[in-house]
């Protein structure tokens, strides 16, 4: 029974109602820092620290008045988050009285960083897919732009000083449209394809765009 407890992939303790240790497995012993001769006959407060014997009370409570529970309980052991789940499942004897309570602890830890990274992708997917609707509704609003813009530098061309509006408007037109085809890449999950950038050329068409601004307001 010992060679079999001791393998189990659970730490396993059983005590008394008054808390007092009768029992536990070499996995429980060893997440304390104990030997299993240390621990039996200890108060659960010994063993377990005050901040977590605080924390867990309510549950032994429960256990204790003959109810078994199940909680989760995290805790840093060295430099590791640990998160467990714990079971009490009390023991009565033929009088009904609880004589005694086992403790089951499953480290979780994997299986809850599982959910959190899958949780993250579906957040993710939720993310892209918005993107991807706003970007597509966004590009359609500023090819109707750009399709007045242009028409109007076609048929506005002779008309003096109307040029140093609409070049740097269908210039910051066409920029968005590439803004917008990137958030439809990201939310198909399509790879960027990174191109070269003039510097000067970037720094002059943004320069005009401000001044424009500027004669605008």
Do not use: C, W
Request: charged share 20%; net charge negative; no cysteine.
């Amino acid at each position: 029974q010992r060679l079999i407890l001791d393998a189990l992939p659970a730490q396993a303790a059983y005590f008394t109602p008054e808390l007092h240790y009768l029992f536990v497995n070499q996995a429980y012993a060893q997440q304390y820092q104990h030997t299993i001769p240390e621990v039996i006959g200890k108060h659960l407060r010994e063993i377990l620290g005050g901040t977590m014997y605080d924390t867990i009370y309510p549950e032994l409570q429960t256990a204790i008045e003959g109810q078994e529970t199940t909680y989760i309980y995290a805790f840093k052991h060295g430099e590791r988050d640990i998160i467990t789940k714990r079971i009490l499942i009390p023991e009565k004897g033929s009088d009904g009285q609880v004589k005694g309570i086992l403790n089951l602890s499953l480290d979780i830890t994997a299986e809850k960083q599982a959910e959190h990274q899958l949780t993250e992708a579906q957040r993710m997917s939720a993310v892209g897919q918005l993107a991807g609707g706003l970007a597509h509704d966004f590009n359609n609003l500023l090819s109707i732009i750009l399709g007045n813009l242009l028409l109007a530098q076609d048929q506005y061309q002779h008309t003096q000083g109307l040029e140093n509006f609409l070049t740097p408007a269908i210039r910051a037109t066409r920029r968005g449209a590439d803004i917008t085809h990137r958030l439809l890449a990201f939310s198909r999950r399509q790879p960027l394809q990174p191109v070269a950038v003039n510097i000067d050329q970037l720094m002059r068409e943004t320069l005009e765009l401000l001044r424009s601004e500027e004669h605008t307001s």
